[in-house]
């Protein structure tokens, strides 16, 4: 791996901004003195814990961590209850801000109610400690109800992103063998309203699912078909029926540190999703402690706003978990950022004075293609701390953030002289949060730099071989200890959790990302070294939307890449052939496209899809991929000597350039 990239550009963070920093340098100096005293300190001060931990961390049966053993607490306590036992009931939790303009506020004491009125609906449906919930929901408070509901209980939730298709909803169901649905009738996109609901119906149309109930929270008003008997047998029921009418006062009990709080679907190498299991007490620990520090975050004053979707790792971690645990006041929005106009997201940090704001590159890009005039207009003088997450950031897309956003100062005015500083976060659903990025009070930053290992983190760079590499020298990213908030295990499948992470060099975890430091030891993330796409900041796998490609009719063989792309990081291109009685039609593309949509969910449909007459493949099978994506990316095909038929790669190469003009 060869890294070309050179920036010189350093932002040290301003002598005022150091001065009142939450998190301080002396923080990396006790970590490193005594890591695990270290996160035994921050779990206490982070967490309110019904029993004190015995032992910080046993890794005696690794790569099975244990961390804060013997502790007990529960989630919803902490995220919710606490914060009103301390007497900030009367703070805002969550502003939610609805895509056709509606908004409600959730003060805390607000959430307390809200959230023991859903455990109690719950309960009352039978659903207890350790029976699995999956929520297929919009970007509405009633999902962080729902999980954080789950989590009194100590119900194992399983988010499932509300774009993903009803197929995919079903095996996701079926893994972790649901109990119960909870969604909505629909929600708002793009100014129209899109449905959930049917998606559900869809998913449990055939019998042999575990789902007993499905609640259905009524959030678009569409007709949406109610059926009292179901032919699969599980009953449906309002939210509003269920969950209004119960008790306010839900006594919670607390769970043991280890006790999975909830299973997160990814995509990886192979055709089928891992459930990412997470547990209690580490997770919150680190989950609290990086939101607290990474952002700055002072709860008495700030707004805080991630504009992920909770049903991906970053709103678990940096929505529902990390900013309540903290007290913090957030902001979530429901919708696109150009719904009803392109200054969206500008005019909703205005209007709730957000302080900060945490997004991911593709959306900065967008909004960079979109023109400085939109934010230009509005008032963003109150942001202090800017966040990426997702993917690496572009310097240029780094540089307009802190010049456009973080320098903004209100409409007309000269720009900041100290802008919000940006902290560009590295870590993956397994690692549950942030592992390597800046501290805002301490770090120069580099724009295009995820920089350092958070304090109490342990990050390498090898080779192929395990061993460490030197200054400039990329290489594979690896961590080298065991974290609080790490992976517990892959649900149902702890052989595949051994072998896709720990089995490369032994003893350190194996992230799947290129890495290189430079001359001061900062970090720079190099892009996936698998066979895992990374789309707007989303994580598709190949093999998956080849097997949806495979799986219809037309299609006999596919190969998928990962090329790139200017505003999304990187475009799902397909190669395709097709099946002898196949025709190559008009809007056999589309068709294409559509299904993999059907299959999987929009965001994997393929930018292209070229049909060829055959793939290129070495003598032994293996379809050369690196070819295909250097053709994607539109340059020459590299070395083709490996393969069975060297003419195949010249045909491909002329077809992409006639079809897709690559
Ligand atoms: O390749 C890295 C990339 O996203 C992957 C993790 O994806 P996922 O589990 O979906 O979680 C995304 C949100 C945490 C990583 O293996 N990635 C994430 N953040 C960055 C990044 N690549 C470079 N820089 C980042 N800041």
Redesign the pocket.
Known sequence: MESMQKETRVFPPSEAFAADAVAKADKYERAQADRLSYWADEARAALSWDKDFAEVLDWSEAPFAKWFVGGELNAAYNAVDRHVEAGNGERAAIHFEGEPGDSRTFTYAELKDEVSRAANAFESLGVTKGDRVAIYMPMIPETIVTMLACARIGAIHSVVFGGFSSDALRSRVDDAEAKLVVTADGSYRRGKPSPLKPNVDAALSAPGHTVENVVVVKRNGEDVEFTAERPDGAKELWWHDLVDGQSAEHAYVAHDSEHPLFILY?SGTTGKPKGILHTTGGYLTQTAVTHRDTFDLKPETDVYWCTADVG???GHSYITYGPLVNGSTQVIYEGTPDSPHKGRLWEIVQKYGVTQFYTAPTLIRTCMKWGREIPDEYDLSTLRVLG??????NPEAWMWFREVIGANNGPGKPPKEDPAPIV???????TGAHMISPLPGVTHTKPGS?QAAVPGIDIGIVDELGEPLGVGEAGLLVVKEPWPSMLRGIYNNSERYKETYWSRFGDVYF???GARTDEDGDIW?M??VDDVM?VS???LSTTEIESALVSHEAVAEAAVVGAKDATTGEAVVAFVILRGDAEDATGLEQELRNHVGQEIGPIAKPRNVLVVPELPKTRSGKIMRRLLKDVAEGREAGDASTLADPTVMQQIAEDMRAKHGA
């Open positions: 990814t991906w790792i970053t990426t997450v997702g993917e690496a950031i560009d976060t590295w870590w993956q659903t397994e995820a992230a799947g990302d993330l892009g996936r990374n900041g989303h994580r």
